[in-house]
């Protein structure tokens, strides 16, 4: 069987991403879409996202990791996603449509998606790091020499000696300036580490402004794979109207045999 989709990425998070409308592709095949994800043998992917119908908001988003498994929210996919239905025509320049997470608000101008994330009201504070749930469960540590640093195997020991079999993305950061961090991810799933993580920049954003390393609500998070902007709403420790903003780019079209 011949499958079409679409290649994106954003900041180099990079997707796999079908238009299910039809309901044509089995979304709980994981050898398939393992098979997808895989840089050797398939496509190549950090993951693979489903476009399908709702009957109230504009569509639904369902999100795979690259082993196969149907994941938490994934923030770069979500701002992929809007772009990949605006080019469908399904949306113009807003939108509004379901996640794994409820529902999200998005909007898209020149290439640039804004994407509302879920709300944030528990985060634990611990020595050494911070832990919340963005849409995805996130550890942030602060480390020196970031670019030297070794995430792939600090990340999967982190990932699986704190966190288990359940496991959490683990990022790893910089301070640059008043209002801008590095960050590096390691993620669950893929099993190691991505040039981006938007759900992972959003935890950063809000760990950072609760532990004091910075006091505006709009900050800048730079990736290996680009630059993305994060901006919030703080009252007593709770956080509302989170933003997720950069660019998301479909890199080519195809169609592969199954």
């Known amino acids: 069987m011949a499958v079409s989709f679409y290649k994106y990425q954003g900041t180099g ?21 393992a098979h997808l994800c895989d840089r050797k043998f398939g496509v190549g992917a950090d993951g693979l996202i489903l476009l399908e119908n709702h009957n109230t908001l504009d569509f ?10 149907q994941s938490t929210m994934c923030g770069n996919g979500g701002r992929c996603i809007v772009h990949f239905a605006n080019f469908l025509g399904i949306i ?3 939108t509004e449509f379901l996640a794994i997470d409820g529902k999200h608000n998005a909007s898209i ?32 540590q602060m480390v020196e ?16 000696d704190i966190y288990g079999n359940e496991g ?17 991810t390691y993620e669950r799933g893929v099993e190691d580490e991505t040039l981006s993580c938007g759900t992972g920049v959003t935890a950063v954003a809000i760990a950072m402004f609760i ?16 630059k993305l902007e994060v901006s919030f709403e703080e009252n007593d420790g709770s956080f509302k109207n989170v933003f997720l903003k950069g660019p998301a780019v479909q890199v080519f079209k195809g169609q592969i045999e199954l």
């Open 13 to 33: 998070n990079d997707f796999v991403i079908i238009d299910n409308r039809r309901l044509n592709f089995a979304k709980n095949d994981v050898k398939t879409i």
């Open 60 to 69: 639904e988003m369902v999100y795979f990791n690259a082993d196969g498994n």
């Open 92 to 94: 113009k320049d807003e």
């Open 109 to 140: 101008k020149g290439g640039q998606v804004a994407l509302q994330m879920s709300d944030v009201a528990e985060i634990q504070v611990n020595t050494e790091y911070s832990f919340l749930n963005t849409g995805s469960p996130h550890h942030v």
């Open 145 to 160: 020499n970031l670019s030297d640093y070794d995430v792939f195997s600090e990340g999967k020991r982190i990932r699986n």
């Open 168 to 184: 959490a993305n683990v990022n790893f950061v910089e301070r640059l300036s008043s209002n801008s961090f590095k960050v590096r």
């Open 211 to 226: 532990n004091g390393m910075n006091k505006v609500s709009q900050i800048k998070l730079e990736t290996q794979g680009g």
